[in-house]
């Protein structure tokens, strides 16, 4: 496995780059939307729980790749070009945004009922105590598995390798098959993969259990 | 456009994939089986605290959580070979779902049995019950049923991880719509479409059904 690292360093060290970067891209974007329709579910309109419901379950019941060979096989084809990364990311993002979404309402759900009726009666208006008490409140209970999400997004990242998005797991097969020594390429990947994954999942095991 | 549809839903290309829809049922029943088994065991493990023993399984079970199941996947596939085995398309794509959702299936086990009341135990071993006993006969059945919304959420990641499996060549539902798709190109949205709303389908109904379960028992 040594001898992977020293022969194909900078190979697998560009491959990690670019799977850190698609795994942040898609970690703030799908914060946000998640966010955007975690609000929506919460809020007092049916029509937009609707909507927010709606989205949710598509996209927390298709698969990942699915979701991404669409972007990489039909979208090109009648909307626009896009190379594997873009497709990838996109994918990834709208993906992991459907379980953000529920990691956020169970936040908000969490934080007592009694905090939202203060705001209302000090004369907040509804979104005003949702952004200045509720929210704030909301992502401190959020965090952990919200890191747990990025666990995912990393390991998730690994399906631009289906699209040619050059990301780690794309170049440790490409070495597996230059190389031939598939079991050694694999490993090295792995160990790569767990560098990022191992230290980010014991660190939330520990907020969890600080918080609890 | 509706003649694309037409023609890409004829009786011999639907009937191929829901075959694949077959396979993809097989394999993930398969796994959930399997890693149920392992899984529980290794839960226990980890929860008893054997001195060494536990920690290193528990070591395993993290290292395999954290690592994507793809490269698990090509471990087993193309990895294997290299120290001499050999497995087929389907036998490896149910060995690599099995050892990664095994892991998942530990956490989920091990969560369960702390959610019991410590109280369980000890009237356990108060009335005379050794602690393999009370853990058997008290402490587990209890855990089981608190497991069970979790274990199902996990059965629906594991319906979509085997479309994962495409990149082994497993003839699931993707990899069957790819090849329909490849022999005429106005196929491709009917072919999306059906592979999506066909997962939908399956995993949707199996979160309602984990919704329900977790309702029941609050």
């Known amino acids: 496995m040594i001898h992977i690292f020293q022969a194909y360093g900078g190979t697998l060290l560009y491959g ?30 049916k029509f937009a729980r609707g909507v927010a419901r709606v989205y949710i379950e598509i996209f927390r019941n298709i698969p990942l790749l699915v979701i991404t060979m669409f972007f990489y096989v039909v979208i090109p084809l009648y909307v626009l070009k896009m190379n594997g990364f873009t497709a990838g990311t996109i994918g990834l993002t709208l993906y992991t945004s459907a379980f953000i979404a529920e990691t956020v309402r169970a936040g908000i759900q969490s934080v007592d009922p009694g905090q939202m009726e ?83 999942s014991y660190y939330m095991r520990y907020l969890e259990k600080r918080l609890a | 456009m509706l003649n694309n549809f037409i023609a890409a839903y004829s009786p011999d290309n639907l009937r191929y994939l829901f075959g694949g829809l077959g396979i993809t049922i097989l394999v993930s029943v398969a796994s959930i089986i399997g890693s149920f088994i392992i899984g529980a065991i290794l839960g ?17 079970i993290d290292v395999i959580r954290n690592l994507p199941l793809i490269l698990i996947l090509f471990f087993i596939y193309f990895g294997l070979p290299n120290l001499g085995v050999k497995p087929e398309v389907i036998p490896a794509a149910i060995l690599a779902m099995t ?21 369980q135990m ?34 629906i990641s594991l319906v979509k991880d085997t479309s994962l499996a495409t990149i082994i060549l497993l003839p699931e539902m993707l990899y069957r719509s790819q090849i329909i798709y490849g022999q005429n190109t106005n196929y491709i949205i009917p072919m999306f479409v059906a592979i999506a709303v066909l997962y939908f389908i399956v995993c949707f109904a199996l979160s309602e059904l984990a919704r329900y379960l977790e309702k029941r028992q609050a």
Request: with cysteine; glycine share 8%; aromatic share 12%.
């Open chain 2, 44 to 60: 226990v493990i980890r929860y008893v605290k054997i001195k060494y023993f536990s920690a290193i399984v528990g070591f395993v």
């Open chain 2, 99 to 119: 050892i990664f959702e095994s892991a998942m299936l530990a956490e989920i086990v091990r969560s369960g049995i702390q959610a019991v009341d410590s109280g």
């Open chain 1, 118 to 200: 203060g705001a209302r009666s000090n004369g907040l208006t509804f979104w005003q105590s949702m952004r200045y008490i509720v929210l704030p409140q909301a992502f401190r209970y959020v965090i952990p598995p919200l890191g747990n999400q990025f666990v995912n997004l990393v390991k998730n990242s690994s399906t631009l390798a289906f699209v040619g998005g050059f990301d780690l797991m794309y170049q440790g097969n490409s070495i597996a098959s230059s190389s031939l020594e598939t079991m050694a390429a694999y490993s090295a990947v792995g160990v790569l993969y767990l560098i990022i994954t191992m230290p980010i």
């Open chain 1, 16 to 45: 990690l780059g670019q799977t850190l970067l698609c795994s942040l891209i898609a970690l703030v974007f799908s914060l946000i939307i998640g966010t955007f329709f975690a609000l929506l579910e919460e809020s007092p309109n």
């Open chain 2, 122 to 155: 000890e009237g356990a071993r108060a009335n005379g019950l050794t602690y393999w006993q009370g853990l058997w006969h008290i402490v587990l059945p209890q855990a089981m049923v608190k497991m069970i919304p979790a274990i199902v959420s996990q059965f």
